[in-house]
C-alpha cells in the first residue's frame, strides 16, 4: 500500500489498526512497514551500457570491430581463392590432335 501519511503508519506499526491492510508478509523485519515511491517512467532511461564501465566498453567496440574486419577479411581471401580455382579449372591446353 502506498505511504499516506504518518498518522496511518502510526496506527499500523504501533496499534496493530491495519494489519489485515498490511500482512505480515509484506513488512520489513515483520514489523517495519513497506515504504512504495512512484518509479521513473522507463523510457526517460537511457538502457544501452547502463553503469558499464569505460574500459569494457572499449574492449566490447574492439573485439567486435575485430571480429567483424576478420570476417570480411575471410570472405574475400575465399572469393579470391574460388575464382583462382576457377581460373585454374577452366584453363585446358589444347591438344595437337
Keep these: 500500500m502506498f505511504n499516506r501519511g504518518k498518522l496511518r503508519n502510526l496506527l ?6 491495519f494489519d ?17 515511491e512512484p518509479a521513473v517512467d522507463p523510457e526517460t532511461i537511457s538502457w544501452e551500457n547502463l553503469g558499464t564501465p569505460l574500459p569494457i566498453k572499449r574492449k566490447r567496440f574492439i573485439d567486435s570491430t575485430l571480429f567483424i574486419i576478420t570476417v570480411f577479411l575471410m570472405s574475400f581471401i575465399g572469393i579470391v ?7 585454374q579449372r577452366t584453363n585446358w591446353d589444347k591438344n595437337d590432335c
Design 81 to 87: 581463392l574460388l575464382a583462382l580455382f576457377e581460373k
Design 12 to 17: 499500523a506499526r504501533k496499534f496493530k489498526a
Design 20 to 36: 489485515k491492510f498490511y500482512p505480515t508478509d509484506l513488512k520489513l523485519d515483520k514489523t517495519a512497514i513497506l515504504q512504495v
